[in-house]
């Protein structure tokens, strides 16, 4: 069965994925030629946000929720290449990125990884398992990126957003990127249908508005919600992605 993981994986060109996943990446790739580049920007931002939380925001504490098969990049390599001190939390509830946790779990010796197999509506049972790496009393970011889209329920998603917000002190952070209708509604649209059709979980695509109503109560930083090329670029302007993303401090 095509699983989100694996196709991620097969867009942002690593090496865990089965022909299944491969084929439905291939197919959602006609409708949407730049999902690939989508996909990679959305990656960027990662290493841009978590790179700025580390740097300019103080923040050594992240739980990362959607995690996806390990590539470059992940939340712990780019936190700890800044300060080995960071502790990282990842949640999945795929089995594979369960089977390749141990390569998410290379923490320096002075910092901490964990992994929590759990489904991201199970938000009691996350925060009681990242209560064990992390020190919830301190300042933590929560990063929701490309995971939302597969919570079809509003409410649930809402109330993902809320439970683990609610559960970090001020000074805390929320990071969200999910696809959008906005960029190429038709395509978007045609390829969200086609992946429907053929691989787990469902994907619900959003608008803008939507990300900006679970940033509502926090101080969103600047540019605001934008397409994820366009969260503070490291070079030049580049071509909008299907991503949108948005960074906020908890006052
Ligand atoms: C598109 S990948 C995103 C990976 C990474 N966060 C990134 O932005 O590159 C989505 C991840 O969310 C996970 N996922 C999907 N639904 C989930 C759920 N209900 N609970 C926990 N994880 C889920 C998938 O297994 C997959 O690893």
Not at 143 to 149: E, F, Q, Y
Not at 198 to 220: M, N, Q, V, Y
Request: one cysteine or more.
């Amino acid at each position: 069965m095509p699983h989100t993981a694996r196709i991620w994986n097969y867009w942002l060109g690593g090496k865990d994925h089965y022909a299944a996943d491969r084929a439905v990446g291939d197919q959602v790739q006609q409708f949407l030629p730049d999902i690939v580049a989508s996909a990679r920007a959305d990656r960027a931002f990662l290493k841009r946000a978590v790179t700025h939380l580390v740097l300019d925001c103080g923040i050594r504490q992240f739980l990362d929720v959607g995690t996806g098969l390990p590539t470059a990049d992940n939340t712990h390599e780019v936190a700890q290449t800044l300060d080995p001190e960071c502790r990282i939390v990842y949640c999945d509830n795929d089995p594979l990125v369960l089977a390749h946790a141990r390569a998410l779990l290379t923490s320096t010796p002075s910092g901490a990884t964990a992994y929590i197999d759990a489904d991201a509506r199970d938000t009691g049972r996350i925060l009681a398992a990242a209560a064990e790496t992390l020190d919830l009393t301190r300042p933590v970011a929560v990063m929701l990126l490309g995971i939302l889209n597969f919570v079809g329920d509003d409410d649930q998603a809402g109330a993902i957003v809320r439970d683990l917000v609610a559960a970090v002190p001020s000074g805390s952070y929320l990071a969200v990127a999910h696809p959008t209708t906005e960029i190429k509604p038709a395509e978007s649209a045609a390829a969200a249908a086609q992946w429907n059709k053929t691989a787990t979980p469902p994907i619900t695509l959003r608008r803008k508005a939507d990300l900006e109503r679970w940033f509502e109560g926090l101080d969103l930083l600047d540019p605001g919600v934008v397409t994820c090329t366009k969260w503070r670029p490291a070079a030049g302007d580049q071509a909008d992605v299907y991503q949108v993303c948005g960074l906020a401090r908890k006052p």
